[in-house]
C-alpha cells in the first residue's frame, strides 16, 4: 500500500492537526516542516505531491507509539529503512494497543474475515514457516476499520471514506 495513503488515512481516522503530526514526528526526535506534510498529504496528481518514503513513515508510526502508550525509557527506536505491510499493522497494533481480537473485530467492521491463525501469521518472524505476507487488501481494510470504528458518523453512508480515493486507481 502506497506510504502516502497509510497517513492520509490515519491522518483522517484520528483527526489530526498539522501541529499534532508535527508534534508526532518530534516524540521519535525528527524534526518536519508544515511543508514537508502538507506535501505528503497532497493528492498524487498535484504538482507539489511528495512521494512518503519508508524512514519518514516509520518515524511517524514510532511517534504515534510514544504519542498512544507513552514515551519509553532509554533510546528512541531507530525507525527501519524498509517498511512492509506486516510492520504497519504491527507498529498500530502497538500504538493501539490492540489484541487479536480488537483487530479482528475492526477488520470485520470493513467486512473483511479473517481467523486467528492469519492474523498470528502476519505478526511472526520472515524466516518461520507459518509467515505469511500481509497484502495491500488486508492493511486497507484494516485501516478502514479502524476509520469506521473512531469517525463512524463520517464514514457511515459511503464504503470509501473521504480518504480513499487513491486507492480507487488499485
Not at 102 to 122: G, P, V
Amino acid at each position: 500500500m502506497d506510504n502516502n495513503n497509510v497517513l492520509q488515512r490515519l491522518r483522517y481516522t484520528f483527526d489530526l492537526s498539522d501541529d499534532q503530526m508535527i508534534e508526532i514526528f518530534a516524540l521519535a526526535e525528527v524534526e518536519v516542516t508544515r511543508a514537508e506534510i502538507s506535501d505528503w498529504l497532497k493528492k498524487d496528481d498535484d504538482p507539489e505531491f511528495k512521494k512518503l518514503h519508508d524512514k519518514p513513515l516509520a518515524t511517524f508510526l514510532n511517534g504515534f507509539i510514544s504519542l498512544k502508550r507513552g514515551k519509553k525509557e532509554g533510546e528512541t527506536p531507530k525507525p527501519e529503512k524498509k517498511l512492509t505491510n506486516n510492520l504497519i499493522l504491527r507498529k498500530l497494533k502497538i500504538a493501539l494497543n490492540l489484541q487479536s481480537e480488537d483487530m479482528l473485530a475492526i477488520l470485520e467492521l470493513s467486512d473483511f474475515k479473517l481467523s486467528k491463525h492469519e492474523l498470528s501469521a502476519f505478526f511472526r518472524k520472515p524466516s518461520q514457516s507459518q509467515y505469511r505476507i500481509c497484502k495491500d487488501q488486508v492493511l486497507r481494510n484494516f485501516l478502514m476499520g479502524l476509520q469506521l470504528k473512531h469517525r463512524p458518523k463520517e464514514t457511515k453512508g459511503s464504503d470509501k471514506g473521504e480518504n480513499s480515493k487513491p486507492d480507487a486507481k488499485k
